[in-house]
């Protein structure tokens, strides 16, 4: 049964650098695509970005200039950092897996494995 | 960007009754070359992480209970519960997988007990 784990500072400045791992278990990271989401207390749910297990990145275009995302293959983590934050990137972070292609080459772009998500506040 | 509106915001069902979610789409999800709709639902309950419940608008996901049901197609989509049970108290969200890889999601639907 594949686990996610997320693991970070729970608390960080404005106009600093939220860094967030999430550590996979119970089976490889290689081969499929690592998404972080976001969500604010009380509200929905906001897709920040992908990595693959290549280290090929994609960003949600009204957080790319933010963002970066990294992949260890030998620890199964990958990581988010996401800078100059404000008290609007306050949420709960989840880390998820995006289920991918199967053998007959269909598309499954939805998340079937979620890490159990981290508070980030964003305060002085 | 593919905007995911969802109706009603909030909805109170009785046990044992039905309980209906949409999920309207700004534009079509339907993949013409497999003619699939790219479009998930998910559960997600105080203080945990959403869960997968359907899949290609409506592929219902392994352990998922057959009360759970999900149709339509392009850019209008319905999760239904056959059978409200307690355990189904939740806030329900849709997400398009069309306009990969800039996923988004509904605003969510909470469903709670009459």
């Known amino acids: 049964q594949v686990q996610l784990q997320e693991s970070g500072p729970g608390l960080v400045k404005p106009s600093e650098t939220l860094s967030l791992t999430c550590t996979v278990s119970?089976?490889?990271?290689?081969?499929?695509?690592w998404s972080w989401i976001r969500q604010p207390a009380g509200k929905g749910l906001e897709w920040i970005g992908r990595?693959?297990?290549?280290?090929?990145?994609n960003y949600n275009p009204s957080l790319k200039s933010r963002v970066t995302m990294s992949v260890d293959t030998s620890k199964n983590q990958f990581s988010l950092k996401l800078s100059s934050v404000t008290a609007a990137d306050t949420a709960v972070y989840y880390c998820?897996?995006?289920?991918?292609?199967?053998?007959?080459?269909?598309?499954?772009?939805?998340?079937?494995?979620w890490g159990q998500g981290t508070l980030v506040t964003v305060s002085s | 960007d593919i905007v995911m509106t969802q109706s009603p915001d909030s909805l109170a069902v009785s046990l044992g009754e039905r309980a209906t979610i949409n999920c309207k789409s700004s534009?079509?999800?339907?993949?013409?070359?497999?003619?699939?709709?790219?479009l998930a639902w998910y559960q997600q309950k105080p203080g945990q992480p959403p869960k997968l419940l359907i899949y290609?608008?409506?592929t219902r996901e392994s352990g998922v209970p057959d009360r759970f049901s999900g149709s339509g197609s392009g850019t209008d989509f319905t999760l239904t519960i056959s059978s409200l049970q307690a355990e189904d108290v939740a806030v329900y969200y849709c997400?398009?997988?069309?306009?990969?890889?800039?996923?988004?999601f509904g605003p969510g639907t909470k469903v709670d007990i009459k």
């Open positions: 998820a897996r995006e289920r991918g292609y199967d053998s007959s080459g269909y598309y499954y772009g939805d998340f079937d494995y």
């Open positions: 119970g089976g490889s990271i290689s081969s499929y695509y």
């Open positions: 990595i693959y297990t290549s280290g090929s990145t």
């Open positions: 534009q079509s999800v339907l993949y013409n070359s497999n003619n699939k709709n790219y």
């Open positions: 290609w608008a409506s």
């Open positions: 997400q398009q997988y069309y306009s990969t890889p800039l996923f988004t």
